[in-house]
């Protein structure tokens, strides 16, 4: 299994709006073979402060939105990076006009895993 994170810093006030595009994105896009889940993550205005060994209000940077998926194998990722579906999604100029600077993508194989809550 691999986990795909592409992350995007959206320019400030420009959040309610990429918000919106994004649910209306993943609404219209069909599930994809070997995509096992899909999330996007929200920036909260945190910092964790180490010399408290605590989380304090307040954030220096821009908010950076992460949208991670699980996928079956690499291959079911690259196949669908060459979809119709795919091509549609990046094709939503709209989207990007509200980033600051490129979107940056990571791709991380599943090697452990904790057992789920409620399995032993």
């Known amino acids: 299994m691999i986990v795909v994170t592409s992350r995007f810093a959206v320019a400030e006030g420009q959040e309610s709006d990429f918000e919106q595009r994004l649910r209306e994105g993943v ?4 599930r994809p073979p070997g995509l096992i889940r899909n999330e996007v993550h929200r920036p909260c205005a ?5 010399k408290l060994g605590q989380f304090v209000p307040g954030s220096q940077r821009p908010g950076q939105y992460e949208v991670k998926t699980w996928w079956r194998s690499l291959q079911d990722f690259e196949d669908w990076t060459q979809s119709p579906a795919f091509a549609q999604a990046g094709s939503r100029r709209a989207l990007h006009e509200t980033f600051i600077g490129p979107e ?14 409620g399995q032993r």
């Open 46 to 50: 945190l910092r964790f402060e180490p």
């Open 104 to 117: 940056l993508l990571d791709v991380h194989e599943v090697f452990s895993e904790s057992p789920r809550s």
């Open 27 to 30: 609404q219209l896009l069909e």
